[in-house]
């Protein structure tokens, strides 16, 4: 049965990809950490951007790429 507090089923709970600019719900987002100016900075990206590769200018971590 569906929970109401699922966020891949919860039309209210998306975001923006900032790679691609899709509306995705964020069960299928992560952040990524990069740094602006010295200081850190989170970038919200979803699965299918980070897992072809996409990076936050900065970032100097490592990504194991999970899937949907």
């Known amino acids: 049965m569906p929970s109401g507090f699922s966020a891949k ?3 209210a709970l998306v975001a923006a990809c900032l790679a691609c600019q899709k ?3 964020t069960a299928l987002m992560i ?3 990069g ?3 010295g ?3 989170y ?3 979803c699965l299918s951007c980070a897992n072809n590769g996409w990076r936050p200018p900065g970032f100097s971590g490592l990504y194991q ?3 949907e």
């Open 39 to 41: 200081r850190p900075k």
């Open 31 to 33: 952040s990524l950490a």
């Open 35 to 37: 740094a602006e100016n």
């Open 65 to 67: 790429p999970r899937y």
């Open 23 to 25: 509306i995705t719900p």
């Open 43 to 45: 970038s919200a990206v």
């Open 9 to 11: 089923d919860n039309k």
